[in-house]
């Protein structure tokens, strides 16, 4: 198994900032992705990180907004750019391993006001 | 298209009762894989149990067991004697074995574990 290491696990930012939120695995995984979810409803993918390559983003989201780092395979980070309050969610980050099972951080609840 | 659907977005069981908690997806695929994910209120997301689609045989994790029904296409996990930290948002996931690394996520089901 992998355990992952994700921060912050909370903020509150202003209209018009950014925010990174790092993710941290303790092992190297293939794929790592990055999910948002709203309180009490499922995931929803944002994009899949690439180690050395650029990341590959889901419909309706875009790398000006959601900028995804991977400079190597045991960590990634994700960028919400230029916020505005209906980026106030829950962020996740999950790590593939063997037998495709995904690990997942424990999720950053953004508000922005 | 693939999709998972779980019908009951919200369940309750006694404690130390038994519950079953219902998945269905669509695929044309054989190969694929299967999972029931639980995320209690601290948000983290926790493997409970995988199946394969090609094993016939039903994957069982301690308390947790599946009754997995190619034909039907439909995953249905059982707890048995219910503990309160079992209360949290079960989700069923589906991937294809075929290369692609993308989870389908069903809608998710809130379990209750009444004392």
């Known amino acids: 198994s992998a355990v992952i290491s994700q921060k912050p696990s909370r903020d509150i930012c202003q209209r018009g900032t950014s925010l990174t939120i790092q993710c941290q695995v303790d092992?190297?995984?293939?794929?790592m992705f990055w999910y948002r979810q709203q309180p009490g409803q499922s995931l929803t993918l944002i994009a899949t990180?690439?180690?050395?390559?650029?990341?590959?983003?889901e419909s309706g989201f875009v790398i000006d907004k959601f900028p995804i780092s991977r400079p190597n395979l045991t960590f990634s980070t994700l960028t919400v750019s230029n916020m505005s309050p209906e980026d106030s969610s829950i962020y996740l980050c999950?790590?593939?391993?063997?037998?495709?099972?995904?690990?997942f951080g424990a999720g950053t609840r953004l508000s922005v006001l | 298209a693939q999709t998972v659907t779980q019908s009951q977005p919200e369940m309750s069981v006694q404690e130390a009762e038994t519950v079953t908690l219902s998945c269905t997806y669509d695929?044309?695929?054989?190969?694929?894989?299967l999972f029931w994910y639980k995320q209690p209120p601290s948000r983290q997301m926790i493997l409970v149990i995988r199946?394969?689609?090609?094993?016939?045989q039903n994957a069982t994790e301690n308390r947790f067991s599946v009754n997995f029904q190619k034909a039907a296409k439909s995953f249905s996990l059982k707890i048995s004697d219910s503990q309160l930290g079992d209360a949290a948002m079960y989700f069923c996931?589906?991937?294809?074995?075929?290369?692609?690394?993308?989870?389908?996520f069903g809608t998710g089901t809130r379990l209750k574990v009444l004392a």
């Open positions: 092992s190297q995984v293939t794929m």
């Open positions: 996931a589906y991937i294809p074995g075929s290369g692609t690394y993308k989870y389908i």
């Open positions: 695929t044309s695929e054989s190969d694929y894989y």
């Open positions: 199946q394969e689609a090609y094993k016939q």
């Open positions: 990180a690439n180690q050395g390559s650029e990341a590959t983003y």
């Open positions: 999950s790590g593939q391993g063997p037998g495709d099972i995904q690990y």
